[in-house]
């Protein structure tokens, strides 16, 4: 049988979805273990050998096609293995914009069995958009993201960071070797949670975990990132930068998953910038666009937030591959964000007067207290 837990510090009845503590969601989040790519943080080292100058091409084709390569790694015991695999590359922006343009990796489900890569199939590989170190500390900083908010919730996307070399099948590319991340299929991080991966055109405000998404919305604020949507997506699909779980046959409860930072001020890519729609003109600026939720909701995730604040802040401190300049610059930022939580008046000015969608708010509250005044 499987539960939707909400967050509940203090606690609130939200319609239709029972209220556990915070203990008791953790757990049910970790019913399932990851599968074993993501069971630790170990760096990986792996080779990628693929025609990738040619692959690197059909970056702007509205077809592209996945070219077989090879794979191999180093196992914690010091073994080399070899996987077939194939590439093709993915995403929107990036994939226009970048001189190396990020890879979808497609393993053989029935060769990876006995090996690190049980049970994978499809894989997200996230690279440097360029060569350089400048590019290569964005990627060690969108990992950090998504390390941080595996720090905030069981409900995130794992990752696997990993000392990738490429070499080029027919030569065209000169090798080089590069700090790179994977992420978690949506599909596996679902099951692993025993919840459902939806497919949705949108998603109503009262049919939300607004628990779940007030967190999701201090995680957003914290990196400075308002690429996303909880309820929207582009062409019909919900939602923007997000995947949204729960049940199927239960409209209430849904919880939204974050993905890709790199627009985020947290990160400060130099071709990021903030959405049109945010009133403000550097991405290092933090514009809270988020939903309105209720005094206690938004309290107890401030309360949850303000609880992880060592150890998010010693996540950056004791990343190995961060260089020493965005070190300071991110811990410093991550202080930024604290001063506001730490401040009444800060969190009225910047928090809640800023917030979207107060009129559904108190609709979904009324309603909430008519369904429970039986006169």
């Not at 949507?229 to 997000?242: A, L, P, W």
């Not at 969190?347 to 429970?372: D, F, N, Q, T």
Request: hydrophobic residues 40%; glycine residues 4%; charged residues 30%.
């Amino acid at each position: 049988m499987r539960v939707i837990c909400n967050i509940c510090m203090p606690a609130r009845r939200v319609a239709g979805a029972a209220m556990l503590c915070l203990l008791l969601a953790g757990r049910a989040a970790q019913a399932d273990e990851a599968l074993p790519l993501f069971q630790n943080d170990e760096v990986l080292k792996a080779v990628l050998t693929a025609p990738i100058a040619q692959v690197y091409a059909q970056k702007n084709q509205e077809v592209r096609l996945y070219h077989p390569g090879m794979w191999s790694y180093i196992d914690g015991d010091g073994n080399t293995h070899k996987l077939d695999v194939s590439i093709r590359t993915r995403g929107h922006f990036r994939r226009d914009y970048c001189d190396l343009p990020p890879l979808q990796l497609n393993f053989k489900k029935s060769q990876v069995k006995g090996t690190l890569f049980k049970g994978q199939d499809k894989l997200k590989l996230v690279a440097p958009c360029d060569h350089g170190a400048r590019y290569q500390q964005y990627v060690i900083l969108e990992y950090l993201a998504y390390k941080t908010f595996e720090i905030i919730t069981d409900y995130s996307f794992k990752t696997r960071l990993m000392r990738l070399s490429y070499v080029d099948s027919e030569e065209k590319m000169a090798p080089w070797t590069d700090m790179v991340f994977v992420i978690e299929d949506d599909s596996d991080m679902a099951r692993r949670l025993d919840l459902d991966r939806l497919r949705l055109s949108a998603v109503e405000f009262d049919e939300l975990d607004h628990p779940r998404t007030s967190l999701v919305q201090m995680f957003q604020f914290l990196i400075a990132n308002n690429d996303y949507s909880v309820i929207r997506g582009g062409e019909g699909q919900c939602c923007h930068n997000t995947q949204i779980l729960g049940l199927r046959d239960d409209r209430r409860g849904r919880i939204p998953v974050p993905f890709d930072f790199d627009m985020s001020g947290l990160v400060n890519a130099a071709y990021a910038a903030p959405p049109t729609q945010v009133p403000v003109r550097d991405v290092r600026q933090r514009y809270f666009y988020g939903l309105c939720q209720a005094d206690d909701v938004l309290e107890a995730a401030i309360d949850h937030m303000q609880s992880k604040r060592d150890q998010i802040r010693s996540l950056f401190a004791n990343s190995e591959q961060l260089d020493k300049k965005n070190k300071i610059k991110s811990l410093e930022y991550i202080d930024s964000f604290y001063a506001i939580l730490d401040s009444d008046r800060r969190v009225r000015m910047e928090i809640v007067s800023r917030c979207r969608g107060r009129s559904h708010l108190e609709r979904m509250l009324a309603a909430e207290a008519e369904s429970k005044d039986p006169t």
